[in-house]
């Protein structure tokens, strides 16, 4: 088909469906009549009537009644068939007849639009020519009587009428009278006086003879042998079954109709097939293609592999031949196995659209394609229904995980445990086999568990595992029992994940496990704060995050929860400046922020806290890390200062310079107790019973006496005792009274942890009596 006849036809307002079939000879030789090439549109009848000046049509048609020039036969060559609603050209015999003794310049208009040649179409070029060359075929009728271009027609001895041979005809092609043979429809227009006058002018398409008036044409119809091709029907399919199951897949079912919509031929069915292709569809061909002209085939099992099955079907037992006005009708089923899911939608969506090949009785293709989806490998004879989508749902993992003992307690100070941790894969075999992701106990590390039961291991379908992990588990008798839970999670082809934890309690000391060093406060020893709330230890936490380098998508996180100090992930500074809630983190990459506090405690105590950080990858799983980490406090000495007045009334002045409050717990001359008892000596007795130095009283000395700690204000202690003298010593030997020795006057304090510390004081008291 000429590429400008696609060009020319939409001014004709007609249907052009993609494929169209315009048949025509293989060649073309013009015997006799005018050969317009691909510019066979004119201007019809009456249009061309009105283009001579002062000619005029009030009902805006000519009446057309003589009969003077008729087409009597037309007999296609080389072509069969048309189809209606479409421009066909083909080569054919014409038989031109006058009814009159001569005629000049017969001119016929075929319309190419269902308007006549005689009704005035506002200029519009819808009609074709068919326009004889004077006396070319060689007829004795076939004649040139005014000399002009134009093909003149004469009655002889021999007859009334010659046929045009191998004439080029361009038609619409319709069956009006439902026949089944196409109607050829023409007005005539001739000049019934002998001048020249006719020519053929391309350029406005105004070639041959208009009537002389109104009423001298002639139009008529009648059939011509071309088949009408039948139109291609609406192919109808219905899904009357769940258009929904879950994986692995189930049974669809389907109907499937088209009526014929023509009374006259027969359709034949060439093809019918289901064409099934998973959502998006991305190009031609489809997926998969079932065969409905072929009997069905047995519900696939376990070991098939996934596809769409044919398991129940009524079409190939149907006639292929439709007969005018039957109905084709059908039913079939097919059973869409599908074991391995979309990993993001966690679905396969199936489209589903029959394909029914189609042919007349000529075996020419009916139907173009023009109802078939792009995806479809479809051309000529090609008819498709709708689309119809059905699905395949996501059916999770599961996975079942049992711990048990060998023991359910063990006397202080402890004991071994052995326990058994048995997995089995429950998950369905379409989800099978899984892969091992995490195998964790929350106190004891079983990550080298033995056999299969480690992480990265694959279990089939009910397939069954089993480690052991013995541990020492130590503590005091009547301590809490300790619980720990084992758990396990599995992932399956999809990249769905399940999981089953079990616990085992033993009734021995509950001990905190260890998790991992990503979180390190410096220092993580330091000293005591005692018993002054301004005294404060400043420790820097730093913590690490590591994103797993063997994963592909970027983390973001929503929490750093410290058991201690809340929530952080705003003041977590990655890099000093980005917030980590803020932070994108890439595979691989490990990022770290300082924070600080300030702690108090006493000697022995341990600052323990516990830091979650969880967040979410790129595909929105969670993701989750735990720290831990220690501060210790350490033990401080108390300290103090010892102040000894050796006078008659000896006060002694005890301070504390510690950070902790002491008790007084001795005072001893000579290792003797002064608290306690009076100490005598060579010439002078010591005792405790307070004394008035400077106008000032000074209690006795208190054993036990509070002294709180530096700086507190209560932090000195005055106390005093009473040296006597013996009177009526007659010679005169100096008193001396020499307490320089390291055990001579000995002051003794405790703290709270009966921490004992010591002083001495070194005194010289020289009298000469």
């Not at 510019?39 to 057309?64: T, V």
Request: with cysteine; net charge negative.
């Amino acid at each position: 088909m000429n590429n400008s006849l696609l060009q020319h036809l939409p001014r004709h307002g007609a249907v052009i469906a993609l494929g169209m079939f315009l048949y025509a000879s293989p060649s073309h030789t013009q015997a006799a009549g005018w050969d317009f090439g691909d510019d066979y549109e004119r201007r019809c009848m009456a249009d061309a009537y009105l283009l001579k000046p002062g000619n005029s049509l009030p009902q805006n048609q000519l009446n057309c009644t003589a009969n003077d020039v008729e087409i009597t036969n037309v007999v296609p060559v080389g072509i069969s068939e048309c189809t209606p609603g479409q421009i066909v050209s083909f080569d054919a015999d014409v038989t031109i007849r006058t009814n009159a003794k001569e005629r000049y310049d017969t001119t016929f208009y075929l319309p190419l639009t269902p308007e006549s040649p005689q009704v005035v179409q506002g200029g519009a070029e819808n009609c074709s020519l068919i326009l004889p060359k004077p006396g070319d075929s060689g007829a004795d009728q076939d004649v040139n009587i005014d000399g002009d271009e134009c093909g003149d027609i004469i009655k002889t001895n021999t007859g009334d009428q010659y046929v045009l041979v191998n004439e080029r005809i361009n038609m619409l092609c319709v069956d009006n009278d439902e026949d089944g043979r196409a109607d050829f429809s023409y007005c005539a227009a001739w000049d019934n006086i002998e001048r020249s006058n006719c020519t053929v002018d391309d350029s406005n398409f105004s070639s041959g003879q208009i009537p002389n008036t109104k009423s001298k044409c002639n139009c008529d119809t009648f059939n011509i042998d071309l088949f009408i091709r039948p139109n291609p029907p609406a192919i109808n399919k219905q899904v009357v079954s769940a258009t929904s199951v879950s994986e692995p897949g189930g049974k669809f079912d389907y109907t499937l109709s088209f009526t014929n919509p023509s009374t006259a031929s027969s359709l034949f069915v060439t093809s019918l097939i289901d064409e099934v292709s998973v959502v998006p569809v991305s190009s031609a061909p489809a997926d998969y293609s079932v065969n409905l002209l072929l009997p069905p085939v047995s519900t696939p099992t376990q070991s098939d592999p996934d596809g769409v099955y044919l398991v129940a079907n009524t079409c190939h037992t149907q006639p292929t031949e439709v007969v005018p006005s039957a109905t084709f009708s059908c039913a079939f089923s097919v059973y869409v196995k599908d074991i391995d899911l979309d990993n993001t939608t966690k679905t396969e969506v199936y489209r589903d659209v029959v394909n029914v090949g189609l042919a007349d009785k000529n075996n020419e293709p009916v139907g173009d394609g023009s109802t078939c989806p792009t995806w479809l490998s479809s051309g000529d004879g090609s008819n498709c229904s709708g689309p119809i989508d059905v699905t395949i749902t996501n059916v999770m993992p599961s996975v079942n995980l049992l711990k048990e003992g060998d023991v359910a307690a063990v006397t202080e100070p402890g004991g071994p445990v052995t326990y058994t941790v048995t997995i089995t894969n429950t998950s369905s075999y379409f989800d099978s086999p899984v892969s091992i992701d995490s195998l964790s106990d929350n106190l004891f590390d079983i990550s080298s568990g033995t056999g299969t039961c480690t992480t990265g291991a694959t279990l089939n379908a009910g397939e069954q595992v089993v480690c052991t992990y013995t541990t020492n588990l130590i503590g005091n008798f009547g301590d809490a029992a300790i619980v720990n839970e084992a758990s396990i999670t599995i992932s399956d082809n999809e990249g769905d994940t399940a999981s089953s934890s079990n616990t085992h309690a033993v009734a021995i000391l509950d001990v905190p496990s260890s998790i991992s060093l990503t979180k390190l406060a410096t220092p993580n020893s330091v000293p005591e704060t005692g018993d002054d709330p301004s005294v404060v230890r400043a420790i820097d936490y730093t913590f690490t995050i590591t994103v797993n380098s063997s994963g592909v998508d970027t983390v973001t996180f929503s929490s750093l929860l410290d058991d201690k100090f809340g929530e952080l992930v705003d003041e977590c500074l990655v890099g000093g400046s980005t917030k980590l809630s803020e932070y994108v983190a890439d595979p691989g990459e490990m990022l770290s922020c300082v924070i600080s506090r300030d702690l108090q405690g006493s000697a022995g105590d341990s600052h323990v806290n516990i830091a979650n950080v969880k967040g979410v990858d790129a595909d929105g799983q969670m993701v989750m890390a735990v720290a831990t980490e220690t501060v210790n406090f350490t033990d401080v000495m108390p300290t103090l200062e010892l102040a000894f007045a050796p006078r008659i009334v000896v006060v002694l002045q005890i301070k504390n310079t510690s950070i902790e409050n002491v008790k007084l717990s001795g005072l001893t001359l000579f290792s003797q107790n002064v608290l306690e008892d009076d100490v005598v000596d060579d010439g002078f007795t010591f005792r405790n019973v307070g004394g008035t130095y400077n106008e000032v009283f000074y209690p006795a000395c208190e054993l036990n006496k509070d002294i709180e700690y530096a700086g507190s204000g209560n932090d000195t202690y005055l106390c005093a005792f009473v040296v006597d003298f013996e009177a009526g010593l007659d010679d005169v030997t100096a008193v001396n009274f020499n307490a320089n020795a390291g055990d001579a006057v000995v002051v003794s304090v405790k703290d709270d942890q009966d921490n004992t510390v010591s002083g001495n004081v070194s005194v010289q008291l020289v009298t000469q009596e």
